[in-house]
């Protein structure tokens, strides 16, 4: 079960670091620079909180929890199921608290399965790390480089295997908060592209 006082507080903190850390010099912020921010940083928790669960949790090898699929360039690009269940699976996924948004604002759903097709297919390719028909001030993958190391030190408070729902709950504030600047559902679209290609990345991993 989520026990949301630890998660609000978690989401409410580092919603306020992502305040701070992505304001413009003037003061504004950019809906869909911060909103692929957060989306990034939710399907790179998936990604780990699985790693700590299975990999560092009953110790098996990563390979036999993951499909890792090297592309041409070197990279490596990590596929499962239970990140998948994570992002847009089960009754807490992150897809859970996105659509939420969406039905309390009577709104039209994004093609999520759409989104997971291209993040798989554009792995490895040009239009990898890039919203689809956005302009956001970094990459998805830059933004998990930039921004995951102090995410992860308020996230960490979560119990195993969670961190993404304290995200996926600021990504729910997020939403609410931009809902006059930019259409929910593609606020939705963005937190889902972003976190379906953020999910698939590696940072450190061996």
Known sequence: MINNTVYKKCADELFARLMLGLKNPDGSLHPQSFLCCLGSLAGYACKQDVINEYVKGKGLALESVFDVIPSKAG?????SDL????????????WHYVSAVLVRANAASPDVKEIFEHAVKSCGGEDFGKVRSCETGESI???VKLMWKPAERIISECPQGT????????????????????????????????????ARISLAEK
């Open 75 to 79: 990279e490596k690009f990590y596929f």
């Open 83 to 94: 990140v998948d269940e994570k992002l847009a699976g089960g009754d807490h996924s992150l």
């Open 163 to 198: 961190m993404y729902a304290c995200i996926a709950m600021a990504a729910q504030k997020a939403m609410n908060a931009f809902r006059s600047a930019l259409p929910v559902t593609e606020q939705a679209r963005i937190v889902m592209e972003s976190a379906a290609a953020a």
């Open 141 to 143: 993958t830059d933004y």
